[in-house]
């Protein structure tokens, strides 16, 4: 069996049972969760649980054709509080598998019928993520060829007597003179060089009035409207270097097969949708309380049932089935539990995981280990003034100790307090550093003092600066 999109080819062989084609999809267990260490600190229990639930649409695949669609994935549902990992971890997971992903906040949807958005548009706007990324896929796969096309317009335009006839010789200037154009334009030597194209101009769509949770209505009427007027053109100088990039991306747009581009999305959506709810706890329904807002919440767990057991929803693409959409959601549940959902949408999400607050060693290595480490985030920015930064292992030892101490005494926002010390940290060197360059600053732990003691000492003022 092959599943092939424009983004990702998996060749599925039944009769070896494995991935022949190396796809994402392909990736074992061990491999995701030693990709996701290079991003995210600790949280193992959750890495290992996604690892597992992607690894089982692979196996869905080349399990026997008659029993695939009984497969149905199992949902999970991340416990712990904020600033721990968990949107990274489904963000990360998405981009690792190349699967089309979308984050919600379940506190944003209410019940049909309530002033808000329903919860079908999760799959829309899903779908519209995957025709975007199956689109720029086609696109660069198209590229090359419509950097020549986009040559030989370029070339036309300089020349203005080179046309090629529709037998495919060429008309007008000696070859010689093309040639020597085409040359010049692939060394960027006319670059620089100014021409006149021809563009449409883009049409300013409609704006429909409509109700509150009405606005995919609104855009689908806008887009309607706007599709019959009929485009207008207008004539801009461009250098040849603007013309080659704005001809080439009009070329390679041109070459996209919009129907193929929905059939692949499509199929995208419909074995490889990842779906990050988050504040699941937000719609809980707190035992011994139905009436006021806790109606709307109970609403929107009822809504979000069909979807995640599995339906079909409308989409302006066409329908769209639900049934192998992996959903992950997540709360703090501070002053719920799981077992507050209703037992339908329970039974809908087997796996729970709890994540861990992050202690100070964690803090020391997000600091440091991390491909993204906020250290190397400001090393990377400082450099570009050519001011360069270096650490000292102690001093990240006094910034995990000092962000762990304000978690502790004031709310606990995880790993997010290290960016608000690190700001307040650099706060001077990023404000001086274009007066101040050529130069090395080294962060001692006696510099982190300096800087941040008196605000973290100083609870009342923590809570307003860090």
């Not at 693409?317 to 639900?322: D, Q, R, Y």
Request: charged fraction near 30%; hydrophobic fraction near 40%.
């Amino acid at each position: 069996m092959n599943i092939k999109t424009e983004t990702s080819t998996v060749n599925l062989d039944k009769r070896a049972g494995r991935d022949l084609g190396g796809g994402p999809l392909s990736l074992t267990p061990k491999d995701i969760v030693k990709e996701l260490d290079r991003y995210i600190i600790g949280q193992g229990k959750a890495k290992r649980a996604v690892a597992i639930a992607m690894r089982n649409r692979w196996r869905r695949l080349v399990a026997p054709e008659d029993i695939q669609d009984e497969i149905t994935p199992k949902n999970i549902i991340m416990i712990g509080p904020t600033g721990v990992g968990k949107t990274e971890i489904a963000r990360r997971l998405a981009r690792l598998t190349n699967s089309p992903f979308i984050k919600v906040e379940a506190s944003k949807f209410t019940e049909i019928g309530y002033v808000g958005r329903d919860v079908e548009s999760i799959i829309r706007d899903l779908m519209e993520q995957a025709v975007g990324m199956v689109k720029t896929g086609m696109m660069e796969a198209n590229l090359a060829r419509a950097r020549d096309m986009a040559k030989q317009k370029v070339a036309q335009l300089l020349l203005p007597g080179f046309k090629e006839s529709k037998d495919g010789e060429d008309s007008g200037p000696k070859p010689t003179s093309r040639d020597k154009i085409l040359d010049l334009l692939e060394k960027g030597a006319l670059d620089d060089s100014e021409v006149e194209i021809v563009l449409d101009q883009p049409q300013a769509r409609p704006h429909i009035l409509t109700s509150f949770g009405l606005e995919d209505l609104e855009k689908n009427l806008s887009e309607a409207l706007s599709s019959v007027m009929p485009a207008k053109r207008h004539k801009r100088k461009v250098t040849v270097a603007q013309a080659m990039e704005i001809l080439t991306q009009n070329e390679a747009t041109a070459m996209v097969d919009q129907e193929k581009v929905v059939e692949a999305a499509k199929k995208m959506v419909e074995q490889q949708g990842l779906v990050f709810i988050d504040e699941l706890d937000k719609v809980c329904l707190k035992e011994g309380r139905s009436h006021g807002p806790d109606i709307s919440r109970e609403g929107v767990q009822r809504d979000l049932l069909p979807i995640v057991e599995g339906s079909t929803v409308s989409t302006k693409h066409g329908m769209v089935k639900t049934d192998h959409i992996l959903f992950i959601a997540a709360g703090a549940f501070h002053s719920s539990k799981p077992s507050d959902l209703m037992p339908e949408l329970q039974g809908r999400f087997p796996i729970r995981v709890e994540l861990s607050s992050l202690s100070k060693d964690d803090f020391v290595r997000i600091l440091t280990e991390p491909k993204n480490a906020l250290t190397r985030q400001y090393k990377a920015l400082m450099s570009t003034e050519k001011v360069e930064l270096d650490f000292t292992a102690e001093a990240v030892e006094e910034l995990a100790e000092m962000a762990w101490q304000v978690n502790e005494k004031n709310e606990n926002i995880g790993a997010r307090r290290l960016s608000t010390i690190m700001e307040k940290l650099l706060d001077d060197v990023s404000f001086e550093a274009p007066d101040i360059a050529p130069t090395k600053i080294v962060i001692t732990p006696d510099y982190v003092k300096e800087r941040l003691t008196d605000v973290v000492v100083d609870s009342d003022l923590a809570k307003f600066i860090l």
